[in-house]
Structure formats: structure tokens, C-alpha cells
């Protein structure tokens, strides 16, 4: 049945749709930071609260995960750590284009997929194995879900991907985009869950 599924939603043509946009997690880039300066990553939504990072005066590509109560700080990842940054020296890169651009993974058992231009799926009892995007479909009724469709060599795969916190269980990093992974091949079906970071 899932192979089934597989196989005939992958022959669908690549249509885009609009009216879909998460709202968080979003890319941003530093501003307003003085060239020989950096802006802080504190470990809580405080200007007082101690510093667990830093980024570069004009760093790109910044994912803010989520904002404080207040709209002032935005949740970002430092190193293997989530912190704070004040959102004024931030500023939104702009709606993401298609294909969505993200870097995925799991753990038990490890695993990670590129989503973008070509799909990319690794894992370490297998090499890189290359899907090309048949399809991206939102749904009607929400802007936060998408289901992306892709063939390759080795099969089909169907992911969905949501906007909502996710935790690899690994780290303190914190994910605001949580994925569904269906992958078949000549041998059958599997399914692997995790989480996920945009990509610039």
C-alpha cells in the first residue's frame, strides 16, 4: 500500500502552490552591529543573562526559532547550545523559495536528508542516496505542514514536514521543524522521524 502510494504520488508533476509559509522557525541576518563588534547569545531572554555565544557583525542565515513572550529575543542555536538574541539586530531574510531548503536527521537509528534542489539522504550503513523533487504540496487548510515527494535510484520517498519544537535528544539545540520520513525501496518500506533546520 505505501509503495503503492509512493509510486503514484511521485509521478505527479512539480506544481508549485502558494499559501504556504511557516511563520517561525525563519532565516535572519545580523544588522546594526558596528563592524569590529559582535551581538551576544545570552542563555535567557535577559540583556543581563550570561552570554553562551556570539555572532558576526553581518552573519547570514541566522535561524530564529521562535520569539520571546515579549517579541524582543529570538530563539537561535550556538554550537551544540539554544540561546537568545535581541531581535532588533536581527532582520527577516524574506518568504523561503521552493523547494524548502533544509538540513534533517534522527538518531537511533542515526540518519540525515538534505531537502532542497536534490534530495539527499545518508545514513551510515549506506552512501549518499539522491532523490530528485517530483512534488511539494501544502495543505489547504494549515501553512505550516508541507509533504515533499521525491524519486531516485533506489526508490521513492515521502516526507512531511511540520512547524512545531522538536528535539534530536542529542543536545540542547532546540528545532522548530519536526519531519516524517517514509523511504521505499526493492526491499520494502521504512519510516524515521526527526527533526529539522532551514537552510539558507
Excluded at 528535539?167 to 519536526?178: F, K, P
Aim: with cysteine; proline share 6%.
Amino acid at each position: 500500500m505505501i509503495r503503492a502510494l509512493a509510486v503514484s504520488l511521485a509521478l505527479l508533476c512539480w506544481v508549485p502552490q502558494a499559501g504556504w509559509a511557516f511563520d517561525f522557525p525563519a532565516l535572519y541576518h545580523v544588522i546594526d552591529v558596528a563592524d569590529d563588534d559582535v551581538l551576544n547569545v545570552r542563555a535567557q531572554p535577559d540583556a543581563q543573562s550570561d552570554i553562551i555565544g556570539t555572532l558576526l557583525h553581518d552573519e547570514a542565515g541566522v535561524e530564529v526559532i521562535a520569539l520571546s513572550d515579549d517579541g524582543k529575543w529570538g530563539l537561535i542555536n550556538v554550537g551544540e547550545n539554544a540561546g537568545w538574541a535581541a531581535i532588533r539586530f536581527l532582520q527577516h531574510s524574506g518568504a523561503p523559495d521552493r523547494p524548502l531548503r533544509a538540513k534533517c536527521g534522527g538518531t537511533e537509528p542515526f540518519w540525515n536528508l538534505s531537502l532542497g534542489t536534490t534530495h539527499v539522504f545518508r545514513a551510515p550503513e549506506t552512501g549518499p542516496q539522491p532523490y530528485q523533487p517530483t512534488a511539494e504540496l501544502s495543505s489547504p487548510n494549515t501553512t505550516n505542514s508541507l509533504a515533499i515527494l521525491g524519486r531516485g535510484p533506489s526508490g521513492q520517498m515521502i516526507a512531511t514536514v511540520d512547524a512545531r519544537a522538536c528535539s534530536d535528544g542529542m543536545s540542547d539545540r532546540n528545532y522548530g521543524l519536526s519531519i516524517g520520513l517514509v523511504l521505499t525501496d526493492e526491499h520494502g518500506a521504512r519510516y524515521l522521524t526527526g527533526c529539522c533546520s532551514l537552510s539558507p
